[in-house]
T-cell receptor, first 113, second 117 residues
């Protein structure tokens, strides 16, 4: 069964303390991996698409990497405004020639001054 | 702002009632997706429409239905509501219809918070 697991469930950092979030997946034929940021009560905000193993993408203090079994979201010198839930989603085969997104449960990140 | 709009923002209703949630996709997007997000379930895919036609069905209950209109806006109808239907309902849109070989970046609206009392 296609599955996406994110760890840790929650992470508390001091401002400036770099760390990484993990997204591991088991899907029958990965067709892209996506990272989203979600603030409480808001819709997920698209961050990155990673297309194949070895790929990296960067945006401000965030850097996403992809291997054959997992993806990491590295946060360098985080600020309080980086506090949010980070969601990982993999694009997997659904049926009838179409893909679907399977979301992980997310990592709740809190960055304290 | 993703460009996806949803109304209403909040909805409070009673068990057994029926409600309609509305979504307008980003300009140029033909696909609309509906998701349910509850505290214990995470984001669950419900259904996808592409250019007016149903494309894919996920974990959508028989009490729920959706449609996409010629102007591409979509409505999600929830009937015979139960307490467990209380959740955030998100609409997302994308350019692609999700065929194999394409990358389906989806952009989410702000959501509708449904509370069933």
């Amino acid at each position: 069964e296609d599955q996406v697991t994110q760890s840790p469930e929650a992470l508390r950092l001091q401002e400036g303390e770099s760390s990484s979030l993990n997204c591991s997946y088991t899907v029958s034929g990965l067709r892209g991996l996506f990272w989203y940021r979600q603030d409480p009560g808001k819709g997920p905000e698209f961050l990155f698409t990673l297309y194949s193993a070895g790929e990296e993408k960067e945006k401000e203090r965030l850097k996403a990497t992809l291997t054959k079994k997992e993806s990491f979201l590295h946060i360098t010198a985080p600020k309080p405004e980086d506090s949010a839930t980070y969601l990982c989603a993999v694009q997997a085969y659904f049926s009838g020639g179409y893909n679907k997104l399977i979301f992980g449960a997310g990592t709740r990140l809190a960055v304290h001054p | 702002d993703s460009g996806v709009t949803q109304t209403p923002k909040h909805l409070i209703t009673a068990t057994g009632q029926r409600v309609t949630l509305r979504c307008s996709p980003r300009s140029g997007d033909l696909s609309v997706y509906w998701y349910q997000q509850s505290l214990d379930q995470g984001l669950q895919f419900l259904i996808q429409y592409y250019n007016g036609e149903e494309r894919a069905k996920g974990n959508i209950l028989e009490r729920f239905s959706a449609q996409q209109f010629p102007d591409l806006h979509s409505e999600l109808n929830l009937s015979s509501l139960e307490l467990g239907d209380s959740a955030l309902y998100f609409c997302a849109s994308s350019v692609e219809q999700g065929r194999l070989g394409t990358y389906n970046e989806q952009f989410f609206g702000p959501g509708t918070r449904l509370t069933v009392l």
